[in-house]
């Protein structure tokens, strides 16, 4: 693996750890990074720590809170370098990498070191986004499928391709019973929306 491989293996990270990753720099490149300037910081790390930060503080982003302990160093360094002890010391306070994830994805962030495998599929195709909805996702998919595959509607009518799509995929989208069975209320509801005929007819052979 690759040096910033391993810190894919992290399930928690502190704060500051996170923005440095989320700026493409493995954390150990810049042991000290809090008590360097902002000149001499990375590129964008002030920025991805400011909204970590606020996040956190605002209760939108789950995060264990640990703060300054006085020592005398602490003591010191706080009337030197203008520490506030009483504030969270970002680099012991941690967060799940997974709540990380989920926050990262409702800013519509999807790329870069916390998603090596990054897709182009919108949020609303995307079932791990927190407001994915299973009907909508059932009505695109199937309209894109039998637009895309003439064979499909042979003699059939356009919501009848749909539904048959739809009774095929039931289990993808939640459209089964208790008892397995596809629930034809939904995929006929779905079937409607994702139906471009609307004004019937008989159903014409694809060519």
């Not at 990380?100 to 800013?107: A, M």
Request: net charge negative.
């Amino acid at each position: 693996m690759k040096k910033m491989d391993y810190w894919r293996l992290c399930d928690e990270l502190s704060v500051v750890q996170a923005a440095l990753l989320m700026v493409g720099i493995t954390p150990e490149e810049y042991p000290y990074v809090m008590n360097e300037g902002e000149h001499e910081r990375p590129e964008n790390f002030s920025a991805a720590l400011t909204a970590l930060s606020h996040a956190i503080l605002g209760g939108r982003l789950p995060a264990t809170i640990r703060k300054f302990v006085e020592t005398n160093w602490e003591i010191i360094a706080e009337a030197e370098y203008g520490y506030d002890t009483d504030e969270p010391d970002w680099q012991k306070t941690t967060i799940l990498v997974e709540d990380l994830k989920v926050w990262l994805k409702g800013l519509g962030v999807k790329t870069g070191f916390f998603f090596p495998q990054a897709t182009d599929t919108p949020d609303y195709l995307d079932s791990s986004h927190k407001n994915y909805a299973p009907k909508l996702s059932a009505a695109i998919e199937a309209w894109k499928a039998v637009n895309a595959d003439p064979d499909l509607m042979k003699g059939k009518t356009v919501k009848q391709a749909l539904q048959k799509w739809l009774r095929k995929n039931a289990d993808q989208f939640g459209l089964t019973k208790d008892d397995g069975n596809p629930n034809e209320q939904g995929i006929d509801e779905i079937a409607k929306i994702s139906n471009w005929a609307t004004k019937g007819g008989a159903p014409k052979t694809p060519g």
